[in-house]
């Protein structure tokens, strides 16, 4: 079993929805929580960064991290078809350390 | 400023060839970081170099694989002898020291045949 968890999608929404994605994890030694966006042949892009649990929103997107149930979420509101992109969860045990990668959904937006 | 720089960008070779990938990290940046990506593994952690520790090379899959960082700055990944489950994207990332942010390369695609 992988340490950190992801449905592959694809996600199909249309746009203007809200797309709500997520990750479960094992190890508890995790504490930093990244989204990162990927488009297709280009290399991952950080979006939203995370210590501990909480919530923590940027424009259209907020992360949600739960601890105690090892659980972390995104949600894109307003979802436009710039956000067809493949999108994964990483987590850390600790700053500036090798990153632990969920296997990515794919995300469409359909116009 | 410029990114983190990877090369080549795409690489066939034959199996049993050794290949060199190459990475430019963003300048400044002490930490540096080598993940591979394939379809049946996602994206998976190989090796770090920060500063002048001695590197993390808990990722990496077999002795065929390499990796050195030449003045704190570029760094070649070799792989030697390859094989054909070798084939997938190699993306390298660099960060501040300290700094939770990694910024991704483009990757190198390799394709073993």
């Known amino acids: 079993q992988k340490e950190v968890e992801q449905d592959p999608g694809p996600l199909s929404v249309p746009e203007g929805a809200i797309v709500s994605l997520n990750c479960t994890y094992s190890?508890?030694?995790?504490?930093?929580f990244m989204w990162y966006r990927q488009y297709s042949r280009k290399g991952p892009e950080l979006l939203m960064y995370?210590?501990?649990?909480g919530n923590k929103e940027d424009g259209r997107f907020t992360a949600q991290v739960d601890k105690s149930s090892k659980y972390i979420s995104l949600f894109i509101r307003d979802s436009q078809p710039s956000d067809s992109a493949t999108y994964l969860c990483?987590?850390?045990?600790?700053?500036?350390?090798?990153?632990?990668f969920g296997g990515g959904t794919r995300v469409l937006v359909k116009p | 400023g410029a990114g983190v720089s990877q090369s080549p960008s795409n690489k066939v070779t034959e199996k049993g060839k050794d290949v060199e990938l190459r990475c430019d990290p963003i300048?400044?940046?002490?930490?540096l970081y080598w993940y591979r990506q394939s379809l049946g593994q996602g994206l998976e952690f190989l090796i770090y170099?920060?500063?002048?520790?001695?590197?993390?090379k808990s990722g990496l899959p077999s002795d065929r694989f390499s990796a050195e960082r030449t003045g704190g700055s570029v760094s070649t990944l070799t792989i030697q002898r390859t094989q054909q489950e070798d084939s997938a994207v190699y993306l390298c990332?660099?960060?501040?020291?300290?700094?939770?942010?990694?910024?991704f390369g483009p990757g190198t695609r390799l394709l073993v045949l």
């Open positions: 990332a660099s960060s501040q020291q300290g700094q939770e942010t990694q910024y």
């Open positions: 190890n508890s030694a995790f504490q930093y």
């Open positions: 995370t210590y501990s649990s």
């Open positions: 990483a987590t850390d045990k600790a700053a500036g350390n090798k990153l632990t």
């Open positions: 300048s400044g940046h002490t930490a």
């Open positions: 170099f920060q500063g002048n520790s001695a590197p993390d």
